[in-house]
């Protein structure tokens, strides 16, 4: 009987050992994963607030720069450009939005406008081979996707149904919500078009790449009051995390028109 007594102790202790190693166990692994979250939020508010340095930087630099002749690169998008702020590796790229076509020209309906974008459409998909719809017919429908005085039933046809955006575009990436679209569509056009708020899409031709310079060779060189945004992208590097932040600048009045805490759209 008294073995049996010291047998049951004796499970009761396992018992109790291994319950007290598996509630440790437990308490440890929560404390790293709260440990390792607050460290993410940690990087993630620290390489914010560095990207909005590195912001302001790059909006006073362009704000005495008069055109983008004065730049000191000679394409579209620039060199990487690496620096340092509080042992924090950045980089950052500026892309010349005067290189892409303004999806928001289209919203007026202007036929020269709706024109050009035609003819960058099916040179898109020639070059590509990726199938989309055919030029006008997309111009048109870009242009009724803006229109606050219209609503397409085509969208209200669809599964799940929705509407028509019925305002200019924020992002160029809504092109792919447009009636007709598809997302290989979308990936194609991705690198020749772009959304800002204006009415007008003047082109830096002599910067463009050759298919640009191809579709838009009538062009005249944009002149000083012409609008002219800049995207900015900046990668703070923590260890083996990036933190991306994207801003549309309106470069010559030093102005944010976007900020996105992600990488830039293609």
Request: with cysteine; hydrophobic share 45%; charged share 20%.
């Amino acid at each position: 009987m008294k073995r049996r007594q010291q047998g049951v102790a004796l499970i009761t202790a396992l018992l109790i050992v291994a319950l007290a190693v598996t509630a440790a166990v437990g308490m440890a692994m929560r404390g790293q994963a709260d440990i390792r979250r607050s460290s993410a939020v940690f990087e993630r508010d620290l390489s914010r607030e560095i990207a909005l340095g590195a912001e302001k930087m790059v909006l006073q630099v362009l704000e005495q720069v008069d055109s983008a002749d004065e730049l000191l690169w000679d394409t579209c998008l620039s060199p990487v450009l690496p620096f340092e702020v509080d042992q924090v590796q950045l980089q950052a790229t500026l892309d010349n939005m005067r290189c892409r076509f303004n999806l928001n020209a289209l919203a007026s309906g202007d036929e020269q406008q709706q024109a050009e974008f035609a003819r960058l459409v099916d040179r898109v998909a020639q070059d590509s081979g990726v199938a989309m719809p055919a030029g006008s017919q997309l111009a048109l429908a870009v242009t009724d996707w803006m229109n606050p005085e219209t609503d397409d039933p085509v969208y209200r046809l669809q599964q799940p149904p929705r509407l028509s955006a019925n305002r200019t575009m924020l992002v160029a990436s809504e092109l792919a919500s447009v009636s007709g679209m598809s997302a290989e569509a979308w990936q194609a056009l991705a690198p020749y078009v772009t959304a800002y708020p204006s009415d007008q899409s003047p082109i830096d031709v002599e910067r463009s790449n050759d298919l640009i310079k191809a579709v838009f060779s009538g062009r005249t060189a944009p002149g000083n009051d012409a609008p002219w945004f800049m995207r900015l992208q900046i990668v703070a590097h923590f260890g083996e995390r990036n933190f991306y932040q994207c801003t549309l600048l309106d470069a010559p009045n030093g102005r944010v028109v976007l900020r996105e805490q992600t990488a830039c759209e293609p």
